[in-house]
Nanobody
Framework: QGLLVESGGGLVQPGGSLRLSCAAPTTNTSVFNPSTMAWYRQAPGKERDLVAT???????TYADSVKGRFTISRDNARKKIYLQMNERAPEDAAVYYC?????????WGRGTQVTVSS
């Protein structure tokens, strides 16, 4: 029930775009659909920070540092969430983690590395 698999990370130039995906292949839709999903990121030597959240009714919130540049979305039928990242900046380089929360029970993916370099 708790498996989350991130994908889509890689190397991108400053100003470029990248889309991350997170799949929940072993989670029933009856559990996935009401879950709040989120993206976090952790840069080397820093704490893991919240990037964006999306609730079951698709209400979204963003960290100030990514507002206007990143977009979180979900596809309940595919049990996936996405993070569209535009106008990438060097400070966006980090390991990005997918998170699912329902009723206080939280699950994490293993992360996908995003590197920003010219």
């Amino acid at each position: 029930q708790g498996l989350l698999v991130e994908s889509g990370g890689g190397l991108v130039q400053p100003g470029g775009s990248l889309r991350l995906s997170c799949a929940a292949p072993t989670t029933n839709t009856s559990v996935f659909n009401p879950s709040t999903m989120a993206w976090y990121r952790q840069a080397p030597g820093k704490e893991r920070d919240l990037v964006a959240t999306i609730t079951s009714d698709s209400t979204v919130t963003y960290a100030d540092s990514v507002k206007g540049r990143f977009t979180i979305s979900r596809d309940n039928a595919r049990k996936k969430i996405y993070l569209q990242m535009n106008e990438r900046a060097p400070e966006d380089a980090a390991v990005y983690y997918c998170n699912r929360n329902l009723g206080g029970q939280t699950f994490w993916g293993r992360g996908t590395q995003v590197t920003v370099s010219s």
